[in-house]
């Protein structure tokens, strides 16, 4: 999604540019990028596996393979600039033009940078970052330039509220609390928010919560509007910044940036078995930074919930401390800086 609202932005800037996005068969760019009419091309690229180690043994082949792809690809499409916005491709596209001579950039959302970017950090022109605390972790080389753009999000319109309101027929005097788990859901949080449920402290609230496909036939049986609305997936989740007060969610970089960009303060709950356990420096980042409550999934229980949404509720001040935290961290307009940055570097 960043690299779609990346290339949204240059068609605004550059309209007579060739924008082609590439991708993995076996990502979800696989299914969202025959959507969008943009060219794009899919390759044979695979995860490196932390805990299944041995499932590696075919990555000598796949690699070969993959590099091949990469070659053909870079012969076809001669680019003035290569962009690298994560994913399993991200990393071999970004090696093999470098090593050709062609300008590269790297966007890293994370606190703590993923592997593609510590390898590809030397040779990139420039590296964008989500947040600041990346920084530190990074080893850029003597010419490579490292900004904060923060993360390509739709930029919030605030006039959505209303419209918004009027969707979900919630009522403006009570506060709106968002669950969300991402388009899978996160069972763990589901959990905790069902057994919350029953308690009598969350009748006070107008609940939004996305479940995610995977766990929606679980827990719909809490839809009771307009108190609480359960949904498989929020669509467009704008919608839902635009009401919500206060949100639980997991501390993957672009939702914590939505939730930036719209001024929404959060409770992290970050996953636990993420690719080298990177959403906790998310968590912990927003939550040293006065824009969330960083709950790890160990302490998440119905009791532990209640008391950390029942504990801001009750202290307005500091939900709008948080509010303010999480605004002055919110880039709106990222997407636009960093087709700015692309024009200069193309240049």
Known sequence: MPALAIAEALRHTHPD????????????????????????????????????????????????????????????ERPALAVGTGGYVSGPVLWRAARRGIPTAVLELNAHPGLATRWLARSAREIWLGIPETR????????????????????????????????FGLTPERPVLLVTGGSQGARAINSAVAAWLERPGS?????????????????????RPPSVQVF?????????YSVADLAISRAGMMTISELCAW???????????AAADHQTPNARALGAAGAAVWLPQLELSADRLGDVVGGLLREPPRLAAMAQAARSRGHPDAAARIAARIGVLSG
């Open 203 to 223: 009748r006070e609230l107008q609940i939004l919560w996305a479940t995610g496909r995977g766990t929606y036939a679980e827990f719909q049986r809490y839809h």
């Open 232 to 240: 498989d997936f929020l669509d467009p989740m704008a919608d839902a």
């Open 136 to 167: 530190p972790h990074l080893t850029p080389g003597p010419r490579t330039a490292v900004l904060e753009t923060g993360a390509p999000v739709a930029p919030p319109d605030p006039a959505r509220r209303e419209h918004a309101l009027a969707r």
């Open 17 to 76: 540019w060739r924008v082609v996005l590439v991708g993995a068969t076996r990502g979800v760019e696989a299914t969202i990028l025959p959507t969008r009419d943009y060219p794009f091309h899919l390759l044979s690229a695979e995860p490196i596996y932390r805990r299944e180690w041995w499932k590696n043994v075919r990555w000598p082949v796949l690699a070969m393979r993959l590099l091949r792809e990469v070659g053909a690809l870079l012969d076809r």
């Open 263 to 273: 001024g929404v303060p959060s409770i992290l709950v970050p996953l636990p078995t």
